[in-house]
């Protein structure tokens, strides 16, 4: 049997909040240099919350950032339970930030120390 995970004391959720703050700041200066312009950060809906929604030319893109302390903890950051709530949520969001003959999708940008950002284009095929 599985032994329940234990609550997360305040100072260790203010600790993610603030590592989850600053990831998606890197992300969104990296997304920047690669030409992209952010159009909104950390929008919530009643499906979930999309941490950047960035656009190139006329593809939206609804992304989601993890940022984890080590390169190591990267392949086990996004889960498809997590992308589903985060398509769901871009799929709300289309009408305000997509147009007519626009292309969209949910990427993914894993960050960690030491690492370059890792962009997964796509990363949702529903």
Same mark, same amino acid.
Not at 53 to 82: N, S, Y
């Given at each position: 049997?599985? @032994?329940?995970?234990? !609550?997360?004391?305040? +100072?260790?959720?203010? *600790? ?13 200066? /990296?997304? @920047?240099?690669?030409?992209?312009? &952010?159009? +909104?950060?950390?929008? @919530?809906?009643? !499906? =979930? ?7 190139? =030319?006329?593809? &939206? #893109? ?9 390169? !190591?903890?990267?392949?086990?950051? &996004? ?16 009408? @305000? ?14 960050? *960690?120390? =030491?690492?370059?950002?890792?962009? &997964?284009?796509? #990363? /949702?095929?529903?």
């Amino acid at each position: 049997m599985p @032994r329940p995970t234990p !609550a997360r004391s305040p +100072d260790l959720r203010r *600790a993610a909040e603030t590592s989850g703050r600053r990831g998606e700041r890197l992300a969104a200066w /990296w997304l @920047r240099l690669k030409g992209w312009r &952010i159009l +909104d950060r950390r929008v @919530r809906t009643p !499906a =979930g919350e999309v941490d950047l929604v960035a656009c190139r =030319g006329t593809l &939206i #893109a609804f992304v989601e950032v993890k940022m984890r302390r080590t390169a !190591a903890e990267l392949d086990h950051a &996004i889960d498809q339970r997590r992308l589903a709530r985060v398509a769901a949520a871009a799929e709300v969001l289309m009408p @305000r930030y997509a147009g007519p003959g626009d292309d969209i999708r949910v990427d993914v940008i894993l960050l *960690a120390p =030491g690492t370059r950002p890792r962009h &997964i284009e796509n #990363a /949702w095929i529903g």
